[in-house]
Structure formats: C-alpha cells, structure tokens
C-alpha cells in the first residue's frame, strides 16, 4: 500500500529541458491516455479544475500524454458548487469516448448523500462508471467522490480514502473495505482515492510520474508554483 504525507516538493530547473518534450522511457506508456472527468450538479470546482490542470500541464509539454474531456448524464449544462458557474459536459454517458481512466469529483457532504439516494444518479452516472470499471478502467475519486461508489461495489475489499468529514460515513457504507485515515491518496493500482480537495492534485501529480516519469511531473509542479505533498511507501 502506497500512503502519502506532506512534505515540499523539489523543483525542476528548467522548464525548457532539452529531453522534455521527447521523453517516454521504455517502461512508460506509449499512447495517450483517455481521461473522463465526471460532472454532476454542485460538482465541487477544485476537486474537478485541480486534477484536470494537471493532466491538461502533462499534455501540454508532452503532447499525446493525455486526451481529457468531462462526461455528464447528458451534455445539459451542470451547475457547479454553489450554482456560482455552469459547465456544458464535452460528452454524455451515450458519447464518452472509451476512457481508461474516469476521474470522479466530489461535492458537498450533503449533496453526496442525497445522490447516494439518487435511484436515478446511481442508475445513469454511477452505473456507467461501474460498466467501465468491470471493462478495466482506471478509477480515480476526489474527495468525497470515492462516497459516491458506495451502492457500486467497486470499494469493496479495496483500502480507500475520502474527505474527514465523510471518513466514518464511508465506513459505515462500505464494510467490506479498509477505510484509511490521516492519508493524502490511497493507490490501489485500478482504485486511486484521495482525501480533501487538494489531495487530488498530489493524486494527479503522482498518476503523472507513474504513467510518464518524474521530469513531467517536477515540471508540472514549477508551471503550478506548488508545494507538493509526496509520498512514503510502506
């Protein structure tokens, strides 16, 4: 198990390193990777903007890296948290693109509950998420995102991480899991769970370095001006 503690990051020296932009070891990916970001109604905005700046960075200075694009029920507009923007999905459920990797935002504690309540949110979104899942995509929660699989099935016997505020709830919903405390990100290979909000980006930084190395992600970390949260392995 992989648990992640806070500590600053290092910096890369020069953005315009000569071997950035062609960089792709033998034992990185070779093709893009596709990444769906889910939206719902009071999708809260850092859980979805953080991570997504990320990967928009990676793809930036490596192009091909990753292919991001946010998927909702249908391509309605979605009122973010606190209804103070609203978003056009770039896809439905019906059009997403094959992801490899779904990113799922949280919202408010209340709201999440009430969607774990939702027949219809566990029936559209919740369901697409779980088809893919079962096909082999990565799943990667943010914040009280990894609450929302709780009727799923894809925590179960998984060691998995959300928001302080929700940690007991998770629990209680998910008794065939190991709910970690006092954790930025729990990595479970096919199940990616962060805690609070910023955890997402420390998990977009390290999903970075895993899929394409180390360079990508310290440049990413210059470009944000970030004091990165690391990780210890165990």
């Not at 932009?21 to 850092?46: C, G, H, P, R, T």
């Not at 998770?170 to 190991?178: A, D, F, G």
Request: charged residues 20%; glycine residues 4%.
């Amino acid at each position: 198990m992989l648990v992640f503690n806070h500590r600053q990051g290092k910096l890369c020296p020069n953005l315009k390193n000569n071997n950035l932009y062609i960089m792709m070891n033998s034992n990185q990916n070779s093709k893009s990777m596709n990444v769906a970001f889910l939206i719902y109604d009071q999708v809260e905005a850092l859980d979805l903007n953080g991570p997504l700046d990320v990967f928009i960075k990676a793809n930036v200075i490596a192009p091909g890296s990753y292919h991001c694009y946010t998927v909702g029920k249908t391509r309605e507009t979605v009122q973010m948290e606190a209804a103070t923007m609203a978003i056009i999905p770039t896809h439905s459920i019906k059009t997403a693109p094959l992801p490899d990797m779904i990113v799922i935002p949280g919202a408010n504690p209340d709201c999440v509950m009430e969607y774990l309540q939702d027949n219809d949110f566990q029936q559209t979104l919740m369901k697409w998420v779980k088809d893919h899942y079962d096909r082999g995509t990565i799943i990667f929660t943010v914040c009280t995102g990894s609450m929302l699989l709780s009727k799923t099935g894809i925590l179960d016997h998984y060691e998995i991480t959300t928001h302080a505020m929700l940690l007991d709830a998770l629990e209680q919903h998910n008794p065939k899991s190991i709910v970690k405390r006092a954790v930025r990100f729990v990595d479970q290979k096919r199940l990616i769970t962060t805690a609070g909000i910023t955890a997402g980006i420390d998990a977009a930084l390290y999903l970075v370095e895993r899929h394409y190395g180390k360079e990508l992600a310290e440049n990413i970390i210059e470009i944000f001006e970030y004091q990165q949260n690391t990780s210890d392995s165990k």
